[in-house]
């Protein structure tokens, strides 16, 4: 793991003293994650600075405090003495600090500078939070995806063995290329998120209506895992980044697949499709997108999140339905899924709802209905 | 002489439940104040047992995402305003006007209405949980807009938050006009006790941010029922405003929990080590320095907002310099005790964890204040082991100690010495079983306010709700040895503490219904 010449010179010395140890052990992580970034590991390094500074701080101000609870005892006989003030003293015991406090400043300043400086980035990508899933829009090269958990719900809930990545998975991570700088611009859709990865020493909120920007540059592949920092509700666990750094010619072979993936969507969705079918693709739509509110069961949350079986909008007419999981309901947790997901995935996901536990409408849309409304909203 | 004096004053008192409600009595209302703040820090702390087991393990096991956000919405909530603040005022009724001569407080009417309006804030605060779609889940921040997207117990919590400000006001107007008017003669302000200065400067504190909190807080009940668009950036506005107002509300809130912990460790420090408070003048300008600093630091909570590098960079020079001050305090704490006649009573073990755990936490803010580390740990399990080194080793312990340290002259009774240790041992060792590894676990990249975490945060989160389920069993026992010595004991006499030197103790134990008939003289 030592990809890098000076941060395992302090490895050896934190260990001895046991407080800060690298990544020895992946149950008994102390420190912060082995950084894959420039920036990262400038972070790592000024922690470590201030930590043993702090240590010594800690031990010339204890240890006569210690000195003096084992030695100066009234059960020993020490008779108190009279002293109660010593300008020189306390002048001194003010200055020194501010001295400390400078040699700190000064490098830590030089990496504030480093970490906002995001001008000549090689790639932008736009990454917009949601109630709980990210999105990630490559800018200038027409690709856009959604980004969410992919761990099961049965392994949340105890009915399945946990797998290795728990709740740090997600089904389309952020392909990016290695040793290129990549510039990410923020926003959010209904609250405030924020996106951390903390092998790269990025965490910044997405603040829904304005734009915020961060970069990193990744040197070596891999698979980097972080997740969303700022309480966004009830899917605030559940919302994990995956960044997947591969070297450029890689990046560019992906970037080519995930085009014509696209283009091949486009063409399905113009087709009919069987009731069935429809149902079982939304039953996975249904799953990513609408379970954490109205849980598996379609029973939601009674007084937080509407239950959907039964309810009158998801057994009523279609175009009414269609509407509400279109449009979304403002003021709510109800977020317009027309700007997020396809025409194929909301007809499905439709055509799940309305056929699932108790209800039976035996009727479903078909994506070129979801097609044709999008059309006349001019979406 | 002394009868003529007493004669207008022998007026009879109402008993019984009457004798609370109606009370204008300093140390009346001083002790519905502590219990008022024991049974919210007993609920709170309930609450936080809950989330500890919910995190005893990965997965979900007692409560749903839902539940937990309200959990850790509510404990923060009432653990600040209706605990910890309320204890403080409680040791300022008791203790402000023991300690500087006078009779009762300046206005004691207004000072039965701060204390009588906190039940009906709490009652509003509990009830919300049994409102639809349960209490408010926004944290204790209340960050919008996720706050805008809130049932109607957030707008109970809005209207329960300005009923506790109200409160908090009135309260601290009380406390310095008490302190400015009501000096026995004599006493000059730099020769007040320490402890009245720390909250003389709290009181002053209070009355300036409180009313910031009220603002921002109306501000998210009109942008939620009447049509304004403050933090909607769709309607022209800012969510980061919000952040902004509420943090120069929040960072010197921060300091109104903590001053006057000082206050009580400086007092509790010179008087087992049987000397003097080392450098008096320069603990009065160090509190004061804090007080002015925390002004001008609450964008240190917003590093990753996304301000700009000279935002960035100004408030983080200026968090640093909150060391230096700091720094001070504990340097003449420790220069109190070198050379003293040390024991270790109960409330002398507390004020020394107090000093050494709060500077732990101390040091952490320090690693906290820096930008680029900051940026890596802000809402992380660092900041939540960190604001408990804080809060809990820093004022709650102080709490604890002020009360075994004052207990004797307030019921007449020794407390039970041994079960204090018990209580103080089981809480310290606890305390950093429960916190300690959370930095750790925040290092490592775990986020606060998650209700299920990844598996390699297992260990240490076993490890910290094991602690925190002694933690909470610990203040049972507190609540015990506090019960049995308000009951009965050894008598205390007028002065315990050999070592103790203000005001207070020339009173009997308890002291008479109004306290200082005639002013001491003070040289």
């Known amino acids: 793991m030592g990809q890098r010449s000076h941060w395992p010179r302090y490895r050896g010395v934190a260990l001895l003293a046991g407080v800060a140890a690298g990544p020895v052990a992946a149950e008994y992580a102390i420190n912060l994650a082995p950084p894959a970034t420039a920036i990262a590991r400038q972070i790592y390094d000024l922690h470590t600075m201030v930590l043993w ?30 002293f109660h003030e010593h300008p020189m003293l306390e002048m001194a015991w003010t200055a020194a600090p501010a001295v400390i406090l400078v040699v700190m400043a000064i490098p830590t300043t030089k990496v504030v500078l480093a970490m906002k400086d995001t001008a000549a980035s090689d790639i932008s990508i736009k990454v917009t939070g949601r109630q709980w899933k990210w999105e990630y829009e490559y800018l200038g090269q027409d690709l856009k995806f959604i980004s969410s958990s992919a761990t099961p719900q049965a ?23 290695t040793g290129q700088k990549v510039r990410l611009v923020f926003t959010a859709e209904d609250v405030i998120h924020s996106w951390w990865v903390p092998a790269l020493g990025v965490k910044q909120d997405a603040v829904p209506g304005f734009i915020r920007d961060a970069w990193f540059t990744i040197d070596t592949p891999g698979t980097y895992r972080g997740q969303c920092a700022e309480l966004c509700g009830v899917g605030h666990g559940f919302m994990p980044i995956v960044v997947e750094a591969v070297p450029p010619a890689q990046y560019a072979a992906w970037m080519t697949e995930q085009k014509t993936q696209l283009a091949a969507a486009k063409s399905s969705a113009e087709k009919e499709f069987a009731l069935a079918e429809l149902v079982a693709q939304g039953e996975k739509v249904y799953v990513a997108n609408c379970a954490a509110c109205h849980q598996a069961s379609g029973a939601g949350i009674p007084g937080t999140f509407p239950a959907l079986d039964g309810s009158p909008v998801v057994t009523g007419p279609p175009a009414a339905h269609l509407e509400r999981v279109f449009k979304g309901r403002a003021g709510t947790a109800m977020q317009p899924f027309g700007k997020q997901l396809s025409d194929l995935e909301i007809a ?4 799940y709802e309305r056929n699932s536990w108790h209800n039976k409408t035996g009727d479903g849309v078909q994506p070129s209905v979801v097609a044709a409304l999008r059309a006349s909203l001019g979406k | 002489m002394e009868e003529v004096l007493h004669a207008p004053h022998h007026e009879e008192h109402p008993s019984g439940l009457m004798r609370w409600v109606t009370t204008t009595n300093h140390k009346d209302i001083g002790t519905l104040y502590l219990w008022f703040s024991l049974s919210m820090f007993l609920f709170a702390g309930s609450l936080a047992m809950l989330i500890r087991a919910e995190l005893f393990q990965p997965g979900l096991q007692l409560v749903n995402p839902a539940v937990f956000n309200q959990l850790t919405a509510m404990h923060g909530l009432i653990m600040i305003f209706g605990a910890i603040m309320p204890a403080f005022v409680g040791f300022a009724n008791w203790q402000v006007p023991l300690m500087i001569g006078a009779p009762d407080m300046a206005f004691p009417r207004l000072n039965n209405w701060s204390f009588w309006l906190l039940p009906v804030a709490a009652t509003l605060l509990l009830s919300s949980f049994f409102a639809p779609g349960g209490a408010m889940a926004a944290g204790w921040t209340m960050y919008p807009p996720l706050f805008i997207q809130g049932g109607i117990s957030y707008d109970m919590t809005i209207l ?5 400000g109200l409160s908090s006001i009135m309260g601290a107007i009380n406390i310095i006009v008490t302190i400015l008017n009501l000096r026995a003669p004599g006493m000059t302000l730099m020769k007040m006790p320490l402890f009245v200065w720390t909250w003389l400067i709290t009181a002053y504190l209070l009355v300036a941010v409180m009313p910031v909190l009220a603002s921002v807080i109306t501000m998210l009940l009109t942008d939620r029922h009447f049509g304004t668009h403050f933090f909607n950036a769709g309607g022209g506005g800012d969510p980061v405003m919000f952040q902004h107002i509420f943090w120069f509300f929040g960072h010197p809130e921060v300091y109104i929990m903590i001053l006057p912990a000082f206050g009580i460790v400086s007092t509790i420090i010179p008087t087992f ?7 008096y003048t320069s603990m009065v300008w160090a509190v004061a320095s804090i007080a002015f600093l ?69 040091f952490s803010g320090v690693v906290l204040a820096l930008v680029p580390v900051d940026i890596q740990l802000q809402d992380t399990y660092y900041v939540v082991a960190h604001f408990h080194y804080v809060l809990f080793s ?40 429960t916190f300690f590894p959370m930095h750790f676990l925040g290092l490592a990249g775990m986020p606060r306010r998650i209700p299920d975490y990844a598996l390699q945060f297992a260990d240490f989160n076993m490890i910290s709700s094991l602690g925190a389920f002694v933690l909470g069993l610990a203040q049972l026992l507190f609540m015990y040895t506090v019960i049995k010595c308000i009951r009965g004991g050894q008598p ?22 109004h306290s200082f008939n005639t002013p001491p003289r003070v040289d």
């Not at chain 1, 010339?60 to 009234?74: E, T």
């Not at chain 2, 220069?335 to 006649?341: N, P």
């Not at chain 2, 020339?506 to 219904?513: D, N, R």
């Open chain 1, 155 to 177: 392994q949340i809930d105890n009915q399945a063995a946990k797998g290795e990545h728990y709740l740090l998975e997600v089904d389309r991570p952020l392909v990016v290329p």
């Open chain 1, 53 to 82: 500074i702090c240590f010594g701080i800690f031990l010339v101000v204890f240890l006569p405090m210690f000195y003096a609870i084992w030695r100066h005892r009234k059960s020993l006989g020490h008779q108190a003495h009279r």
């Open chain 1, 348 to 351: 499905a996901v439709i055509s």
């Open chain 2, 394 to 433: 820093g004022a709650a312990m102080s709490i604890m100690g002020g009360i075994y340290y004052w207990l004797p002259k307030w019921t007449g009774h020794l407390y039970d010495e041994t079960l204090g240790k018990w209580h103080f041992w089981l809480t310290a060792i606890a305390f950093n079983v």
């Open chain 2, 492 to 513: 205390a006499g007028d002065k315990p503490w050999d070592g103790a030197d203000s005001l207070e103790w020339t009173l009997s134990s308890p002291p008479p219904y």
């Open chain 2, 273 to 279: 080590a049987r000397k003097k408070l080392f450098g």
């Open chain 2, 294 to 362: 925390s002004f001008i630091v609450w964008a240190h909570h917003m590093f990753t907002t996304g301000m700009p590098v000279a935002g960035q960079l100004f408030f983080m020079y200026s968090t640093m310099l909150i060391a230096i001050p700091t720094g001070v305090k504990v340097f003449n704490w420790v220069a109190t005790l070198w050379r003293g006649s040390l024991t270790f009573e109960t409330p002398m073990l507390f004020a020394i964890a107090v000093v050494c755990l709060f500077t732990i936490g101390g």
């Open chain 2, 160 to 164: 329960a938050i300005h009923i506790l």
